[in-house]
């Protein structure tokens, strides 16, 4: 009987397995464009309006092109890691870290400035960067430093 048959069971839950995994990987795609379509429309309209004379050209346009442009390099460097991760050739070194005492030892909202501004990664900027919800940030710093 098919039902007693342990083969048809992993086939079961190989087809069940193969289904999620399409799903997420859906879902992923799905996800990514839309974060992907938001500082591209940025920088396309400021561009434009540069282009057509509606905005003149200042630091304040080219400080949003650039701030757009590195969140969509953040968002190429994560899927770079995810895909590293994936493949199993993600490389992830470990240390020890007093959070109390490097939390007792900085001042928190300087830490996250400079670690937006691409500061050295530093058990600190570790610490802001997860307290400021700004993992994103701290794993395009780690990446780039080859932590």
Same mark, same amino acid.
């Given at each position: ?53 509606? @905005? ?7 400080? &949003?092109?650039? +701030?757009?442009? $590195?969140? %969509?390099? !953040? /968002? ?18 470990? @240390? ?7 939390? &007792?030892?900085? +001042?928190?909202? $300087?830490? %996250?400035? !400079? /670690? ?32």
């Amino acid at each position: 009987m098919r039902g007693d048959d342990p083969r048809f069971e992993r086939d079961a839950e190989l087809g069940e397995h193969l289904a999620t995994t399409e799903q997420r990987r859906t879902q992923l795609l799905t996800e990514v464009t839309h974060e992907l379509r938001t500082p591209i429309t940025v920088i396309r309209g400021q561009m434009e309006a540069l282009l057509d004379g509606v @905005v003149a050209p200042s630091d304040e346009v080219y400080v &949003a092109v650039a +701030d757009e442009a $590195a969140r %969509v390099q !953040r /968002l190429v460097d994560d899927l770079t890691m995810l895909s590293q991760a994936d493949e199993g050739t993600l490389e992830v070194k470990l @240390v020890e870290l007093d959070l109390a005492a490097v939390a &007792a030892d900085e +001042d928190l909202p $300087a830490i %996250v400035r !400079r /670690l937006r501004a691409g500061s050295r990664l530093t058990p600190a900027l570790l610490l802001a960067a997860i307290l400021d919800g700004d993992l994103d940030q701290f794993i395009t710093a780690s990446l780039k430093q080859g932590v």
